[in-house]
C-alpha cells in the first residue's frame, strides 16, 4: 500500500495520541472526519494498522528478562515448530529466517529460573535440533516503525488540505 503524508500524519498522532477519536483527529490534522474515517478504514483495510491494543511494557509488567533463541529445527519441520512454539507462553515472538538457525525467536520471562524452564519448553519439541539462547541486557532501540514510514517522502494529498502543502 502506498502511503501519502496524510497518512503518515495520522498514524504519527495514533501513535502520539493512541485514544483520539475521529474527531479530534480531523482537528488536529486539518482535514474533514469523513476524511480521518475513510483513511483508517482503508489503511486497517490493507493490513498497515493492525489493532489499537495498549502496547505492554514486559518489564514493567514482572518479565524483565528477554532473550533471543536461534533454533535450528529438523527438515520441513516449520509448521510443527509453529505450533510448538506458539504452546509457550514466554515466546513472545518467532520468525523464520535465513542464516545458521531456521527460526529467531523472543522470549521473555519474569526470572532466570523462569527463562531456564521455557527454554527447556522449546527444546522438548521433536522438530528442534539445536537451540542457541543470547540473554538482552538492555534495550538500545525499542520496537519503532515511524522513523521508517518518515524516511521515504510523501507528498500531502492536494484534496485534503492544500495548506499543508
Known amino acids: 500500500m ?7 500524519a495520522l498514524l504519527e498522532s495514533l501513535r ?10 480531523s482537528r488536529t490534522l486539518g482535514v474533514a ?7 483508517l478504514r482503508r489503511l486497517e483495510d490493507g493490513g498497515v494498522v493492525r489493532g489499537y491494543g495498549p502496547e505492554v511494557d514486559l518489564a514493567a509488567a514482572g518479565f524483565g528478562v528477554r532473550a533471543f533463541v536461534t533454533l535450528e529445527i ?29 527460526v529467531m525467536c523472543t522470549v521473555a520471562a519474569a526470572s532466570h529460573e523462569q ?5 527447556l519448553a522449546i527444546s522438548r519439541s521433536s522438530v528442534v535440533v539445536r537451540s542457541t539462547s543470547v540473554v538482552a541486557l538492555s534495550t538500545v532501540v525499542a520496537p519503532r516503525v515511524l ?19
Do not use: I, K, M, Y
Open 2 to 8: 502506498d502511503l501519502d503524508g496524510l497518512d503518515l
Open 16 to 25: 502520539e495520541q493512541p485514544r483520539a477519536g475521529a474527531l479530534e483527529l
Open 33 to 39: 472526519r469523513a476524511t480521518v474515517q475513510a483513511r
Open 74 to 102: 529438523a527438515q520441513g519441520g516449520l509448521t510443527e515448530a509453529a505450533r510448538d512454539l506458539a504452546a509457550v507462553p514466554g515466546v513472545v515472538e518467532a520468525h523464520a529466517v535465513t542464516g545458521v538457525g531456521d
Open 115 to 119: 527463562l531456564q524452564e521455557t527454554l
Open 147 to 165: 522513523p521508517l514510514l518518515r524516511s521515504v517522502e510523501r507528498p500531502w494529498p492536494s484534496r485534503a488540505n492544500p495548506a499543508r502543502g
